[in-house]
Nanobody, 129 residues
Framework: EVQLVESGGGLVQAGGSLRLSCAASGVTFDESAVGWFRQAPGKEREGVSCISSTYDSTIYADSVKGRFTISSDNAKNTVYLQMNGLKPEDTAVYYC??????????????????????WGQGTQVTVSS
């Protein structure tokens, strides 16, 4: 059984930082593309960042470039999202997801979300102004 478990969310003031973690069981992250997505109330889910360890590549949404950093620890089968300089508009439920298609290529487009096979339950991030 594949399980993705996010943690690290919380309430933080604008300008603060949080680190989200996504721990996996039943799937090997270094053979997958792993993405972070978020969904704010009343808005569609959007891609935030993605990492493909196979190609040592990362991509980011324009809205988070320079503030967020995605990384992976393959020994722990865990992917992280370091979020610095948080803004109120970053408030959302954050989800991690694994795309097992080969080759593991990152794509944050709305159309690509259907290709992410497994999703975590989400973790709430709230940024106060």
């Amino acid at each position: 059984e594949v399980q993705l478990v996010e943690s690290g969310g919380g309430l933080v003031q604008a300008g603060g930082s949080l680190r989200l973690s996504c721990a996996a069981s039943g799937v090997t992250f270094d053979e997958s593309a792993v993405g972070w997505f978020r969904q704010a109330p009343g808005k569609e889910r959007e891609g935030v960042s993605c990492i493909s360890s196979t190609y040592d590549s990362t991509i980011y949404a324009d809205s988070v470039k320079g503030r967020f950093t995605i990384s992976s620890d393959n020994a722990k089968n865990t992917v992280y999202l370091q979020m610095n300089g948080l803004k109120p508009e970053d408030t959302a439920v954050y989800y991690c997801a694994a795309d097992l298609r080969q080759p593991p290529t990152c794509d944050l487009s709305t159309a690509s979300m259907a290709g992410f096979d497994y999703w975590g339950q989400g973790t709430q991030v709230t940024v106060s102004s």
